[in-house]
């Protein structure tokens, strides 16, 4: 298993794991290919938003690849605290393609993407998720979460927020 940068060698697997998603909300968002005339389009609008134009912060994504070249998970890793991203995104965002749940591959991704943090001079790392979501909670303690104070959004969602401490 390794993880890789989204590029044009990706773009079938990619629409095979959106496919395999379905209509509910993409996460993490910069893997939403919705919006984008070609995959070509959609790369380019990630590399802007990678870069940190626009609203967002700088930020990297990759996939987790089996050796059959199989997309088993995405995550998305914001190199900044926005007030927002304090309080409800964290540092990072991932999912599991929904066939490959429960085969511990959310805590690969997240020990991956710390390891990601660390190049990054990333000490202290935020992971957050809503509270209901046993398996995500489950993810971060594996990689050694300490729990901080939860926040509630404007929807009422509870949000629980974990620092990896990753020196
Ligand atoms: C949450 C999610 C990332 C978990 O992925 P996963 O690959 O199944 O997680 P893992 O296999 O690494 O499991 C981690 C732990 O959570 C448990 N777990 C996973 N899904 C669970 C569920 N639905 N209910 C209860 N426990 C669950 C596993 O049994 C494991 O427990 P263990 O460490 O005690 O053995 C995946 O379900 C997903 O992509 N969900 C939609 C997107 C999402 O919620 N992303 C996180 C945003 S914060």
Known sequence: ???????LEWKEE??????EWGPSR????????TGHATYEE???ALHDRESGQGKWVPSSN??????GGRILAMVDIRHELTEHLLHVGGHIGYSVRPSERRK???TRILAEALEKCKKLH????LVTCDDGNVGSAKTILNNDGIEDESYTDIDG??????????E
Do not use: C, D
């Open 1 to 7: 298993m390794r993880l890789v940068r989204p590029s």
């Open 157 to 166: 969602t509870v949000i629980r927020r974990f620092w990896i401490v990753n």
């Open 104 to 106: 511990g591959y959310a």
């Open 14 to 19: 990619h629409k095979q794991y959106v496919e």
């Open 42 to 44: 959609y790369l380019q």
């Open 62 to 67: 990759y996939f987790l690849v089996n050796a």
């Open 122 to 125: 990333i000490p202290r790392v």
């Open 26 to 33: 993409m996460i993490p968002s910069s893997f939403n290919l």
